[in-house]
């Protein structure tokens, strides 16, 4: 999710580092098609919940549905928007496998709890998004560290990130 709303924010300035001016157009595609990697994510937790409770003809069957869906879609937004178009599609098929892996874990196997798990990381990708867009006017590597020191030290705030949790992190980095 951070990673999302940082791309989304800073596709201009991304695309002008890596590619030059010549591939401005390729922005809004980014800011669009970034969605997706959330999205597979995911997806990809209902997925092996599904694996692993023996439901994979479901895991195909969705995966099959949002192919189709990923053909349809493009056939109907590149034509009226081109590679935003394709981007948007992408995404769109993306959400609906993971609309259908979380009916099929909900209906075959538990109800996702999202709502106690949100609220916290959405508060710091919330004020990160506002650190990112802030720091833009300072040039790109302003404003990707100032967003994850805000991100990291919001979620260490509400006790996401616990000092245990950084101790081993750090121990492990050490050895």
């Known amino acids: 999710l951070p990673v999302a709303i ?3 924010i800073l596709a201009p300035q991304i ?6 001016s ?3 157009n390729s922005a809004m595609p980014l800011q669009f098609l970034i969605w997706s ?4 994510i995911v997806s990809g937790h ?3 919940v599904l694996i692993a409770a023996n439901l994979q003809h479901l895991d195909v069957l969705w995966v099959a549905l949002s192919a189709l869906s990923n053909i349809v879609l493009n056939v109907l937004l590149i034509s009226m928007w081109g590679m935003v178009g394709a981007a948007i599609a ?3 098929s993306e959400l609906v496998l993971v609309v259908l892996g979380y009916w099929s874990v909900s209906r075959h196997i538990a109800r996702p709890s999202l709502a106690g798990n949100l609220p ?10 506002a650190a990112v867009w802030w720091g833009q006017n300072f040039g790109i590597a302003v404003s990707v ?3 994850a020191l805000i991100y990291f030290a919001v979620l260490f705030l509400v006790g996401e990130i616990r000092p245990q949790q950084l101790a081993t992190f750090f121990r492990s980095q050490a050895s």
């Open 15 to 20: 695309i002008n580092l890596a590619y030059g």
């Open 37 to 40: 990697v959330p999205l597979i």
């Open 145 to 147: 560290a100032l967003g």
């Open 90 to 92: 992408t995404t769109l």
């Open 22 to 24: 010549a591939y401005a």
């Open 6 to 8: 940082g791309v989304t």
């Open 46 to 48: 209902f997925r092996n």
């Open 120 to 129: 916290r990381p959405l508060l710091a990708a919330s004020l990160m998004a």
